[in-house]
């Protein structure tokens, strides 16, 4: 069974930083791409990041030069560092294995970010 299990969201005034966490389990994390998708509160999901599994990382235009993507394979984990986090920011976090065709499933069950003063 596929479990992706992120961590490290929270409450963070603007221009703070935050680190994302997604363990992934019950399939072979480092032949795997993964993405980064946010949903802010009435909106839809946005991919906001990929990783492919040979590292080649793409971003949305709204997070370019803050946000980082990264995976390390040997724990089964995926990463995102948040830098200069604005209000807009404020969002559900989901790691996923999936893409925007099958409605980004799998995914795990998210992580809320916060970005207020």
């Known amino acids: 069974e596929v479990q992706l299990v992120e961590s490290g969201g929270g409450l963070v005034q603007p221009g703070g930083s935050l680190r994302l966490s997604c363990v992934a389990s019950?399939?072979?994390?480092?032949?795997?791409?993964m993405s980064w998708v946010r949903q802010a509160p009435g909106k839809g999901l946005e991919w906001v990041s990929r990783?492919?599994?040979?590292?080649?990382?793409d971003y949305t235009e709204s997070v370019k030069g803050r946000f980082t993507i990264s995976r390390d394979d040997a724990k089964n984990t995926g990463y995102l560092q948040m830098n200069s986090l604005q209000p807009e920011d404020t969002a559900v976090y989901y790691c996923t294995i999936g893409s925007h065709l099958n409605g980004w499933y799998p995914r795990g069950q998210g992580t809320q970010v916060t970005v207020s003063s």
């Open positions: 019950g399939f072979t994390f480092s032949l795997s791409d």
């Open positions: 990783i492919t599994e040979n590292s080649r990382t």
